[in-house]
């Protein structure tokens, strides 16, 4: 799914070179294979082994696994998804209507800055 569907997705953005990957924690996630991708695709990516090292299983710093995942979670399953299609679909429709939610990034933004 990396490789084949959200790369290919931020490659086209012209901001692309300007991205700065946060990888979940998840076990899957931390795999040599895709620690290799990774490396190859994003000038700087976050997580324990990245290029931008960050501390493991803290909710203040991993806000892919304890803000953003929660916020899609609970807002896909409460549309009781029929199938893996249909979830892929609303999983995709949470993640346009949050990237047109500048507000919450820029709240984000806010809680990082408060670390450097």
Request: charged fraction near 20%.
């Amino acid at each position: 799914m990396l490789k084949d569907t959200i790369v290919p997705h931020l490659q086209a953005h012209p901001a692309f070179q300007t991205v700065i990957w946060q990888q979940g924690g998840a076990p899957p996630h931390y795999g040599q294979v895709v620690r290799y991708l990774l490396d190859d695709t994003f000038l700087d990516w976050i997580d324990r082994r990245g290029t931008i090292k960050w501390p493991p299983h803290s909710p203040d710093l991993m806000s892919c696994d304890f803000s953003l995942w929660g916020i899609v979670k609970d807002h896909v399953y409460a549309q009781h998804p029929r199938d893996i299609n249909h979830m892929k679909s609303l999983i995709e429709e949470e993640f346009t209507l949050l990237n047109s939610n500048i507000e919450l990034c820029q709240q984000r933004e806010q809680q990082l800055q408060a670390f450097y």
